[in-house]
């Protein structure tokens, strides 16, 4: 592009403006969400990558636990309770959803504690 070309055709160019969710700006949750997985498990990365994204708009940060890490540091319970369907989503303690991240039930359950 030259100089002398519009700034419209500049601006297509560019990614939209970061906002923030209205989810977001509400007061943050006290909600605790922890993600069973595994290394090398790949449904577990792409769960994690998506309940990130959900959870950022409720302003928390999910704790990634490996079950297998777990084990081997001497607590074999999180692998035998989870380790035959990671990954598993833990809200406030009890089993959300496995193998995939619900998303409109974890955001209606999220809604649910505001």
Sequence with gaps: MHCNQPIAAYAERLPPAATVSPLAQSSTMKATVEL??????????AAEHQLRTVLADYGIEPSVVDVDAAAEAGDPSL?????????????????????????????ADLDGRR
């Design 36 to 45: 069973m997985t595994r290394a090398g498990c790949h449904a577990c990365a």
């Design 79 to 107: 692998r035998a309770e989870y380790g035959d369907r990671v990954p598993v989503i833990v809200l406030d303690g009890d089993e959300h959803s496995y193998w995939e991240v619900d998303e409109p039930r974890l955001r």
